[in-house]
C-alpha cells in the first residue's frame, strides 16, 4: 500500500463500505468486498462531513471546562454513590450502533461486570431489535445467514419495508448490477408507498400498513396449497410445522383474501406468490417497514416461516437478510452490548453468567435482563434511575414522544453526554459532557450487514482534547475499580488489546450451540491488528445453517406464529424515514451544502387527492398533531402521489438546529413491540390540517438573531447559511432591527418586504450584499440559489430584485454535481432521444459517486406520456416498476 495511504470504513450505513483515504481525498475502496469502490453521496462526501463546525472539545462539567481526570473522576464518582445509595440498577447507559466494536466491549463489560446491572442499551434497539429477537426465536441464535455475493446468485429478491436505494444505495447499485448480468432475477417491492426503490421493482406490492405478516402467511399457505413445501428439510431440520399448517387453514390466508384485505389486485399478489414458488433461489431482504412495528417480530417470523418451508436458507442466493441500519449495530449485537443479551449472543442462564464472570474476573455479574430504551427513559420519569450516560445517539431525536424525552432528560439527577458535536440537541440536557475522537480519528472493528468484520482507521488527529469512547469508558471504568477497591479490570494499552480480550472471550462459544466465535482472533498481534483485513465470519468459510443445523438446543429451527395486525388506515397516518443524502440527525451530514438540497427544509408529504381535501396548497405549512390537545409539528408541505390513502410522510433527520421544532418524534408516541421493544415508528395516527402563519420569512446570510419563531429552519450553504421561518404572530419590522450598517429597501410583492445587509462601505449605486431578508404575510418562495449566487459581489438594487422575486423552484438530482431536474429537461428540451452517456457528457451528472442514478433513471423512465423517450433503461421489462395497488 502506498505511504499516506489509509484503508478504513466508511461510518454511517451497515453496507459497511471499504474507503480509502490517500493523497488525492477519500475514496471507494476498490478491494472491499462490500463495495468494490463504489461509494454513495454520503460515503463521497466524508471529507466535508470532517470539517463540521461545531465540534465538542473539551469535556466539561456543568459547563465549566475540566480535565479528563478530574470528569471521569467524577462520573466514576456519581456511579459509585448511585449504587451505594439505591443500587446498581439507578445506572444506566445509552450507546448506538455508530460505536466500534472496542467501544462496545467495554461499555459491557464496565455496566455488566462492574456495575452489575444489564441496564446497558443502544438504538439498535430503535433499530433492528425485532430481527433480532425474530432470528432468537427461529435459529436460537441473533444470526444473518447472509453474503452480498448471495445477491449475485438468486432468482429473485424481495425487499419488504426497505428503501434501499435511498438507505443502503450502494447495496441497491450491486442488485441493479446483478439484473443487469441476469436478466431473469426479479425484484420485487413491498412497501405501503411508491418509492425510488419500489419504481425500479418489477412488482410492486403496495400494501396497507402492517399488512406483512398477512402478506407472509399467504405465501406460506399458497406454497402448502400448491404442495412447494420442501417436506425433507421440514422433517430434519424444523420444529413447529404442524401448529403453522392449523392456522393457516382459515379462510382469511387465501389469496383473493389476502388480496381484498390489504387492497392489492390479487393477480399481482399470485404473481409474487409464483414467483416465490418457482425460483430456484431467493432473498428476502427486509427494513423498518418490518422491524418498526408494534409486531414487528411476528413480521420476521412470518418471512423466516416461508424460507424455512420453502427450504430456501442456508444455501447460495437463498435465505432471510435483515439489513443492518449502522455501521456497526451488528458488532453491537455480537458483544452484546444490549439489556436483552449478556454477551456474544448469549443470554443471563447460570452457566453464562458464571463463565462471563470467570472471564472478566468482575466483581459482580448481572444475571437478569435490564429495561430496554424506551422503558430506561420511564425508569428515570419514575425516579429509579440516577445516572444516565448517552454515547453517540440523540434520543430527543430519535426516541419517540421526543417531547417526554426532553423532559425526562430534564428531570434525571445526571446526564452525561458523549458526543463529536455540539449540535446534538441532547448536550442541552448534560451535566456531564465528553468530546469524542470522531470518524477518521479513532480507530477499531466493525461488523457489517453481512457479518464481514473490518477495520476503521485514523489518519487525522482529534481537535482540542477529543478522545476515544472506548478510552473514556476505561478512565471511569479504573478509577470505579480504585472506588470499589478492586483489580483494575480496564488497563487497555490499545484499541488491539480489547480486541484480543474481547476475541478470546468468544472462545466461551466453542464448543456450544452457538455459531458466534471469534476465538482464532484471541491472540492477535498488534501488528495483524493493524493490518486486519476485512473477512467474514464464520473464518472457515461455512455458510450459517448450511448443514440444515440451528443454534437452537435440539438444532432445529422454529416455525412461528404471529397474529396478524389489523391495519388501521381509516385515519390520517404518519409514515417517516429517510431520505437520500442526510444521516439522521444531520450533525455529520447536515453541514455539508451540496446534501441539503433534496429536502430544504421540514416537509410533510401526502398525495395530490389528501392535499385537496385538506385545502392544503404545495409550499403552504401543515400543522400535524398526534390528537386535538397534543402540541403541533409544523412541516411545509409537498406532493408525493406515491403515498396512497390517508397515508403521510416525514423525515426523521430533522433535529432542533436544522429544523427547530420540526421533529416527526414530536408526534409519534411510544408504542413499542412487546417482545423486541422496538418502537412502533411507522404508522402513527395523527390529526393534519392547514396552518395559518401570520408571517413567513427567509434569512440568507451568516449567523443572525431572530425572534422565536413556531417554525424555522437552517441551511448551511458553503459560508452562508440559509433560515426559513414562519410565525403565529404578527411580527412587524421592529422585530428585526437593523444592525449598523444595514440597509432597508421595500420589496415589490403584495405584503412583502426585505431587507438587504450591505457592507458598511459600499458605493450607494451598487450594493454589495452580505446578508437578504425577505418577510411576508404569506409563503415566501425565492429563488434562493440566484440569490446565493448575487451575494458577496457588487450589484444594482434592480438586479437581486428581479432574482428575489422570480421563483423558479428545482429539485436537486444529483448531490456531486449539484444538478437538478430543471437543468436536465433544460438539456434534453430539443432532444428526441438522448442517452445516459450523452446527457452524462452533457452535466456530468452522476458521474461523481453515481447514488443519484437511480433517480435519474425514474425521472427520465419512458412512459407512453413522456415526449422524450430517452433510452437511459431500455424498457426490457414490461412489469417494470408497475404498482399493483388497486
Ligand atoms: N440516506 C440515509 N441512509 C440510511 C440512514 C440515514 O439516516 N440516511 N440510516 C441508516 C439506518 S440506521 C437504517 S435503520 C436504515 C433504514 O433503512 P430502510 O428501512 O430502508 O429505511 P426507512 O426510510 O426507515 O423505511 C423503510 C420503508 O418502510 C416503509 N414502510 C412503512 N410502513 C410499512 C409497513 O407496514 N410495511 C412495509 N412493508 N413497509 C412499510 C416505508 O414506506 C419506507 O419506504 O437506513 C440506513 N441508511
Ligand atoms: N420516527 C422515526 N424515528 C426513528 C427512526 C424512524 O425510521 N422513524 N429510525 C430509528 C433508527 S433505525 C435509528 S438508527 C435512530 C438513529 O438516531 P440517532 O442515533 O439518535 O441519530 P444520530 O444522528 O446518528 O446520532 C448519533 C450522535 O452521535 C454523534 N457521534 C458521531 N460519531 C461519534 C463518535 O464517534 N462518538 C460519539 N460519542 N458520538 C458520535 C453524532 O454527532 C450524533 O449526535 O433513529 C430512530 N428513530
Ligand atoms: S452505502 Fe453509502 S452510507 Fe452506506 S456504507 Fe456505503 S458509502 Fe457509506
Ligand atoms: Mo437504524
Redesign the pocket.
Known amino acids: 500500500m502506498p505511504k499516506n495511504t489509509t484503508k478504513t470504513t466508511c461510518p454511517y450505513c451497515g453496507v459497511g463500505c471499504g474507503i480509502e483515504k490517500n493523497s488525492s481525498g477519500i475514496v471507494g475502496d476498490a478491494k472491499h468486498p462490500a463495495n468494490q469502490g463504489l461509494l454513495c453521496t454520503k460515503g463521497a462526501a466524508l471529507a466535508e462531513s470532517m470539517k463540521m463546525p461545531h465540534r465538542l472539545l473539551t469535556p466539561s462539567i456543568q459547563g465549566m471546562e475540566v480535565t479528563w481526570d478530574q470528569v471521569t473522576e467524577e462520573i466514576s464518582e456519581r456511579i459509585f454513590s448511585a449504587i451505594a445509595q439505591y443500587g446498581p440498577d439507578s445506572v444506566a447507559m445509552y450507546l ?3 460505536l466500534l466494536t472496542e467501544d462496545y466491549y467495554v461499555a459491557n463489560k464496565l455496566m455488566k461486570g462492574f456495575v452489575g446491572t444489564a441496564n446497558i442499551e443502544t ?1 439498535t434497539r ?2 433492528m431489535m425485532s430481527a433480532v429477537s425474530a432470528h432468537i426465536r427461529a435459529f436460537g441464535e441473533d444470526i444473518v445467514p447472509m453474503s452480498y455475493d448471495d445477491i449475485d446468485q438468486t432468482e429473485l429478491i424481495v425487499l419488504v419495508g426497505a428503501n434501499s436505494a435511498w438507505t443502503h444505495p450502494v447495496l441497491f447499485r450491486r442488485i441493479e448490477k446483478a439484473r443487469e448480468n441476469n436478466p431473469n432475477l426479479k425484484v420485487v417491492v413491498i412497501d405501503t408507498r411508491s418509492t425510488v426503490t419500489s419504481k425500479l421493482a418489477d412488482l410492486h406490492l403496495c400494501i396497507e400498513n402492517e399488512g406483512d405478516t398477512l402478506l407472509f402467511h399467504g405465501l406460506l399457505r399458497y406454497l402448502i396449497d400448491n404442495r412447494a413445501v420442501d417436506m425433507k428439510f421440514i422433517k430434519e431440520s424444523t420444529e413447529g410445522f404442524g401448529d403453522i399448517w392449523g392456522q393457516l387453514q382459515e379462510v382469511k390466508y387465501q389469496l383473493h383474501a389476502i388480496g381484498e384485505r390489504l387492497s392489492i389486485d390479487w393477480h399481482e399478489l399470485r404473481k409474487f406468490y409464483d414467483w416465490f414458488m418457482t425460483s430456484a433461489s431467493a432473498i428476502t431482504m427486509f427494513g ?1 417497514g418490518v422491524n ?1 412495528s408494534a409486531f414487528g417480530v411476528d413480521k420476521g417470523n412470518a418471512i423466516i416461516n416461508c424460507h424455512l418451508a420453502s427450504g430456501k436458507i442456508g444455501k447460495p442466493g437463498s435465505g432471510p437478510f435483515s439489513l443492518t ?2 455501521p456497526n449495530a451488528m458488532g453491537g449485537r455480537e458483544v452484546g452490548a444490549l439489556s436483552t443479551q449478556l454477551a456474544i449472543h448469549r443470554g443471563f442462564d447460570p452457566q453464562s453468567t458464571r463463565m462471563v464472570q470467570d472471564y472478566w474476573q468482575s466483581p459482580v455479574i448481572t444475571n437478569r435482563p435490564g429495561l430496554k430504551a424506551v422503558d430506561i427513559f420511564r425508569a428515570i420519569d419514575a425516579g429509579q434511575i440516577k445516572v444516565l450516560w448517552i ?5 430527543i ?2 426516541m419517540p414522544d421526543s417531547d417526554r424525552i426532553r423532559e425526562t432528560l430534564g428531570s434525571c439527577p445526571c446526564v452525561i453526554v ?4 455540539a449540535q ?1 440537541d441532547v448536550i442541552e440536557y448534560a451535566d456531564i459532557v465528553l468530546p ?4 477518521g480519528e ?1 480507530r477499531g472493528m466493525v461488523t457489517n450487514a453481512e457479518r464481514v468484520i473490518s477495520r476503521q482507521r485514523a489518519f487525522a488527529n482529534a481537535p482540542g482534547k477529543a478522545k476515544p ?1 472506548w478510552w473514556a469508558l476505561s478512565q471511569v471504568g479504573e478509577k470505579l475499580c480504585e472506588l470499589l477497591a478492586i483489580p483494575n479490570g480496564f488497563e487497555y494499552r490499545n484499541e488491539a488489546a480489547i480486541f484480543r480480550e474481547y476475541a478470546g472471550m468468544t472462545a466461551l462459544n466453542d464448543p456450544s450451540p452457538y455459531l458466534f466465535s471469534l476465538s482464532k482472533l484471541a491472540g492477535i498481534t498488534d501488528a495483524q491488528y493493524s493490518n486486519w483485513q476485512p473477512r467474514q465470519w464464520p473464518f472457515d468459510g461455512r455458510r450459517p445453517f448450511a448443514n440444515g443445523c440451528f443454534s437452537t438446543p435440539d438444532g432445529r429451527a422454529n416455525f412461528v406464529w404471529g397474529e396478524p395486525m389489523d391495519a388501521n388506515a381509516d385515519h390520517w397516518w404518519m409514515n ?2 429517510r431520505i437520500r443524502d442526510q ?3 444531520m ?2 451530514t447536515g453541514h455539508i451544502h451540496r446534501l441539503s438540497g433534496y429536502e430544504l427544509e421540514p416537509t410533510v408529504y401526502m398525495n395530490s387527492v389528501s392535499v385537496a381535501k385538506l385545502f392544503l396548497v404545495p409550499g403552504q405549512l401543515a400543522s400535524i398533531k398526534r390528537d386535538k390537545y397534543s402540541p403541533p409539528v409544523y412541516a411545509k408541505v409537498a406532493v408525493d402521489d406515491g403515498l396512497p390513502g390517508k397515508q403521510l410522510f416525514m423525515s ?1 433527520h430533522w433535529s432542533k438546529w436544522f429544523g427547530g421544532r420540526s421533529n ?2 414530536r408526534i ?1 408516541g411510544a408504542q413499542v413491540d412487546e417482545l423486541s421493544g422496538q418502537p412502533a ?1 411507522k404508522t402513527w395516527p395523527v390529526e393534519i390540517e392547514a396552518v395559518e402563519m401570520n408571517t413567513y420569512g427567509i434569512y440568507l446570510g451568516s449567523s443572525r438573531p431572530l425572534p422565536a419563531m413556531d417554525y424555522q429552519s437552517y441551511q448551511q450553504e458553503k459560508k452562508i447559511g440559509v433560515w426559513r421561518f414562519a410565525s403565529l404572530e404578527c411580527l412587524t419590522r421592529d422585530d428585526f432591527p437593523l444592525v449598523r450598517g444595514e440597509k432597508l429597501l421595500r420589496w415589490e410583492l403584495d405584503d412583502g418586504w426585505m431587507m438587504v445587509i450591505v457592507e458598511r462601505d459600499s458605493p450607494q449605486s451598487l450594493l454589495h450584499v452580505v446578508g437578504f431578508l425577505a418577510v411576508s404575510n404569506a409563503p415566501i418562495e425565492i429563488d434562493y440559489l440566484q440569490v446565493l449566487a448575487l451575494m458577496d459581489q457588487p450589484l444594482e438594487l434592480e438586479s437581486l430584485l428581479a432574482v428575489a422575486s422570480s421563483k423558479a423552484r428545482s429539485q436537486l438530482i444529483c448531490s456531486c454535481y449539484q444538478i437538478t431536474d430543471q437543468h436536465i429537461y433544460e438539456a434534453i428540451e430539443n432532444e428526441e432521444s438522448v442517452s445516459l452517456n450523452e446527457l452524462q457528457a452533457k452535466l456530468k451528472l452522476g458521474t461523481g459517486c453515481g447514488s443519484c442514478l437511480m433517480d435519474v433513471k425514474i425521472l427520465l423512465k419512458p412512459s407512453s406520456e413522456d415526449e422524450y423517450l430517452i433510452d437511459v433503461i431500455p424498457a426490457t421489462n414490461p412489469n417494470k416498476g408497475q404498482s399493483a395497488h388497486k
Not at 458523549?418 to 458535536?421: C, K, L, V
Not at 469524542?436 to 470518524?439: F, K, N, P, R
Open positions: 448506538s450502533g455508530q438504538n430503535l433499530c423498518q418498526q441500519g449502522q454515547i453517540g445517539t440523540n434520543p431525536i430519535s458523549s458526543d463529536i458535536s446534538s469524542a475522537a470522531g470518524w479513532k469512547d417517516s424515514g444521516w439522521h440527525s450533525t455529520r426523521i416527526v418524534n409519534i415508528f
